[in-house]
């Protein structure tokens, strides 16, 4: 089950190619109101951020499957990198500092 939900940021909804796919681990969002509560203690989480770019929904839902841990996968338009990164950047050295991984993306 690596992916537990789906944050669609697209700004055309019908762009099917050429997109930012980013990856985090699905206990990020445990404060959330009504979250479904995942371990932060998870062995299997070996990074706190990954994306690749320029890609289908197939290719990103593919490589998101392939983690071994539950993962929220986020999409966006491909031209959002630096601004769906800088966004990330704060959240991820505090994920990493959490789980005390040292892969910093």
Not at 33 to 59: K, L, S
Not at 95 to 101: K, P, Y
Request: glycine fraction near 4%; aromatic fraction near 10%; charged fraction near 25%.
């Amino acid at each position: 089950m690596p992916i537990t939900n789906i944050v669609d940021g697209r700004r055309n909804e019908f762009c099917s190619i050429g997109l930012q796919a980013i990856i985090e681990p699905s206990c990020h969002d445990n404060d959330q109101p009504g979250a479904q509560q995942f371990d932060f203690d998870d062995p299997e989480i070996t990074t706190g951020y990954d994306e690749i770019n320029n890609v289908t929904i197939a290719e990103a839902i593919e490589w998101a499957n392939a983690f071994q841990f539950p993962v929220m996968l986020y999409l966006y338009d491909g031209e959002h990198t630096s601004e769906t990164t800088e966004r990330h950047e704060e959240f991820i050295r505090i994920l990493n500092d959490t789980l005390n991984i040292d892969d910093k993306k």
